[in-house]
């Protein structure tokens, strides 16, 4: 053999181990680091290494890439190497696997490649969700691209970022803030993009269409006033009425009397559009509602309105009630006349007629929530008529069908003398603790309509998940509720829990007939243990119940660190500036409360005082949380000992009242995550 060929040999010899020798030990160095770094699932870490490693099926290969991507999603390095060469096929995850691998080149500053993928998933997969994000990122030079992104994925995150940053032009005007008003009105900025488009002069003329629009959004977000401004001479579309007339109504006393308004004007103006029925629903609520509102709606739809019959019963002190109830009794707003007539019945000791009015809703009308209620206070009146085994039949019947709650614990401590639960100590539970990855990994399946879906919330890609969902969903279709449960538990995981449990918490008082596995799931799903080294480090540091204090946290805040009330409470503790100094012992700044660490720590001090004060009763505690310790003081009586149910719905403040049960049921089902469910494990859900 000639020198030069054996020469040459040599090179592409010793060129191809030198890559093999690279590989190797790149190989190495990321098994290496990522078994140091998820020792807490070191078994399970184990298994997904040798799957990456080892398999033969180079699907399960991508699986457990992108497995281990998503559990340690915030080291560039390596989920850059555990993604090189993961993009291949047509499977929906080699468009995810191009995704995250051209995010992870950004991060790394690697721009060119970056570029490349993201041409390459916009080629590949022009249709994908993944691909939303390929026109974003090329549309800072190709805006063609950005218009194509508004157009065929219009709710998809990455269109509505676009959105928010899009400028007006003389041309196009406020195109990003009339994409905000109907795809995403809650996204961050979007309040803004509406008042400037609004106030705009200048840069455009918005047809009324338009501005019907932007004030829709504007009031849907609670700024009445702008929105008010911005319609085009006052008139207002069914749509946008009942939007300004809902957050009218919320307002000072001018603004609720033109809420009123607006909603009459609704429902004379289009008395058989579907919003003047929500209408009448809305000027119906209040406990005692305003008897002139009522007879201004047009006849044929006051009589239509379950909400009006609920409305008229109240005003003539329960005359009527038993044929309102027979008449609608599948509608929610007959569903709580039923319990404020009988509440009123069972604190004026009128046992019988509280009774007979729990009774007239058969068993399988109520959502699980209000079923319970129902049962607890049957077993309540029958135990105070002295029937006995009828008392006792209601509460175990309350004990088997109904999940761990505030009713299911009276309905035990009447059966079986359960002490009050011990606040006073952290009750910590390591077991429970959330492990390493996305907030999503609960071992619960998401039973998504969409397989997709399902297969990224299985990997844990959350926000993965998430997009496919924004991507797949239509504006305007009210969701089933297989879907909202969905859709809550996606919003909670992707770090959205302020609206995430609000819509699992409504959907738990309307979805009657889940089926066993959805009924649990919904239970479990709004229990989260977000920010939980945080909540045991408090408990354990004051000991304080650590249930107590996740279930403080989500009934103040939703776990929303940067949240206020109306009255200036800050942080996932809803702490007054006042007494969060006061606790800190210096000045606060509002910012600093918004600090998780800090609020949690403080909330947990002031908590730890409250129980001191009052010897430990979870009742009084939690009362005095909201209302005050001093304005609670004079509440206290014997009844608090004897009937405790009875002297909770005593308490004046109607807001406390609420709180004092809600943080108990919450506290309470926290404690009980640990039981394992009564559901087959192989039923559809």
């Known amino acids: 053999m000639p020198a030069g060929s054996r020469l040459g040999a040599v090179l592409l010899l010793g060129t191809a181990a030198s890559a093999l020798t690279a590989t190797w030990l790149g190989q190495q160095w990321v098994r290496q680091w990522y078994l140091e770094h998820t020792a807490s699932a070191t078994t399970e870490s184990g298994q997904l290494w040798r799957s990456y ?27 850059s190497r555990l993604l090189a060469g993961q993009g291949w096929g047509n499977s929906p995850l080699a468009a995810v696997s191009l995704e995250l691998a051209a995010k992870t080149a950004e991060e790394l500053g690697q721009q060119q490649r970056a570029t490349d993928l993201w041409r390459s998933l916009l080629k590949r997969f022009p249709e994908s969700a993944s691909s939303a994000w390929a026109r974003q990122r090329l549309g800072a030079s190709e805006p063609e691209l950005l218009l194509e992104l508004l157009r065929l994925q219009p709710r998809h995150p990455a269109a509505l970022s676009a959105a928010e940053a899009m400028e007006p032009e003389q041309t196009e005007g406020h195109r990003g803030a009339l994409h905000l008003a109907r795809w995403g009105t809650s996204w961050p900025g979007a309040a803004g993009r509406f008042r400037d488009a609004c106030e705009d002069e ?3 003329s918005p047809d009324d269409d338009e501005r019907q629009q932007l004030a829709r959004g504007l009031a849907q977000l609670g700024d009445a006033a702008a929105a008010e401004k911005c319609l085009p001479q006052g008139q207002s579309d069914p749509d946008t009425a009942l939007a300004l ?4 109504l919320r307002g000072d006393r001018e603004q609720q009397r033109r809420g009123e308004r607006q909603l009459i004007k609704l429902t004379r103006q289009h008395p058989q559009h579907p919003n003047s029925l929500k209408a009448a629903e809305l000027l119906s609520d209040p406990l005692i509602p305003k008897a002139e509102l009522l007879n201004a709606l047009p006849t ?4 239509a309105s379950p909400a009006v019959a609920a409305g008229r019963v109240r005003l003539a ?14 509608d929610p707003a007959i569903w709580q006349l039923q319990w404020d007539l009988s509440r009123d019945a069972l604190l004026a000791g009128q046992w019988g007629t509280a009774q007979t009015l729990l009774s007239k ?21 029958a135990d105070r008529l002295g029937q006995i085994d009828n008392a006792s039949a209601h509460w175990q019947q309350l004990l088997e069908q109904q999940p761990t709650g505030y009713y299911s614990w009276l309905a035990d401590r009447r059966l079986n003398q359960t002490p009050l639960p011990d606040l006073q100590r952290p009750d910590l539970q390591p077991e429970l603790t959330d492990l390493p990855g996305p907030a999503s990994m609960d071992g619960d399946p998401l039973n998504s309509p969409d397989q997709v879906v399902n297969q990224l919330w299985e990997l844990g890609l959350v926000d993965q998940a998430w997009d496919h969902w924004q991507a797949r969903s239509e504006t305007g279709q009210l969701p089933s509720y297989p879907e909202q449960l969905v859709e809550g538990r996606l919003r909670i995981a992707v770090g959205e829990p302020w609206m995430g449990l609000d819509q699992l918490f409504r959907l738990s008082l309307r979805w009657r007939h889940p089926n066993c596995q959805q009924g649990e799931r919904l239970q479990r799903s709004q229990s989260p243990r977000l920010f939980s080294g945080l909540f045991q480090s408090a408990a ?4 304080v119940s650590l249930n107590l204090l996740y279930g403080i946290s989500k009934q103040e805040s939703r776990f929303t660190p940067d949240v206020r009330s109306v009255v200036g409470a800050a942080g996932l503790m809803q702490l007054m500036p006042a007494t969060a100094a006061e606790l800190a012992g210096r000045p606060l700044e509002m910012e600093e409360l918004d600090d998780p660490e ?12 409250l129980l001191r004060q009052w010897q430990g009763h979870p009742l009084l505690a939690i009362a005095s949380y909201n209302a005050g310790p001093g304005t609670v003081g004079g509440w206290r009586n014997d009844e608090l000992n004897t009937a405790p149910e009875l002297w909770v719905e005593r308490i004046p403040y109607p807001e406390t009242r609420y709180y004092t049960k809600k943080v108990m049921d919450n506290l309470l089902r926290y404690a009980d995550r640990q039981s394992s469910g009564v559901c087959e494990q192989d039923g559809a859900g």
């Open 245 to 248: 007339g809902r957050t009218l």
């Open 300 to 303: 044929t739809l006051a009589e």
């Open 53 to 79: 490693r080892w398999s033969i099926d180079p699907q399960q290969r991508r699986e457990a890439a992108l497995r281990m991507a998503a559990r340690d999603r915030d080291d560039a390095i390596v989920i």
């Open 540 to 543: 354990k540091d004051q000991n």
């Open 202 to 204: 200048g840069n455009w």
């Open 598 to 609: 800090l609020n949690i720590r403080l909330g947990a001090a002031y908590l730890k005082q």
């Open 317 to 330: 002190q329960g005359q009527g009630a038993d044929w309102v109830i027979d008449q609608w009794p599948d």
């Open 361 to 381: 809703l058969s068993e399988g009308t109520l959502p699980s929530p209000l079923e319970g209620r129902r049962l607890f206070w049957l077993g309540f009146s």
